[in-house]
């Protein structure tokens, strides 16, 4: 499991995000403590699930950042593929 920068437009993600298992989609941005003073990321960020064996596309999913999932996108594209 990784937790990145959305960046789909870079090669990174599309050399190795894309290979993944799963994308899971932060809504909103994430915030961060430091010095006793939240402060929100300034890039949009991705959950990046890496499972052995993975075949296909990644199943791909939003959540928000408390990570409770809000919906699955591909779910009826891809009904029968192995997780």
Known sequence: MHLTVRGSDLSWWHNFVM??????FVRNRLAFELDGKAQRANLPSALVVFR???QGPPRVSSIDVRGHSLRETNE????????
């Open 19 to 24: 290979r993944s298992s799963e994308i899971r």
């Open 76 to 83: 009826q594209i891809y009904p029968n593929r192995e997780r």
């Open 52 to 54: 052995p064996y993975c």
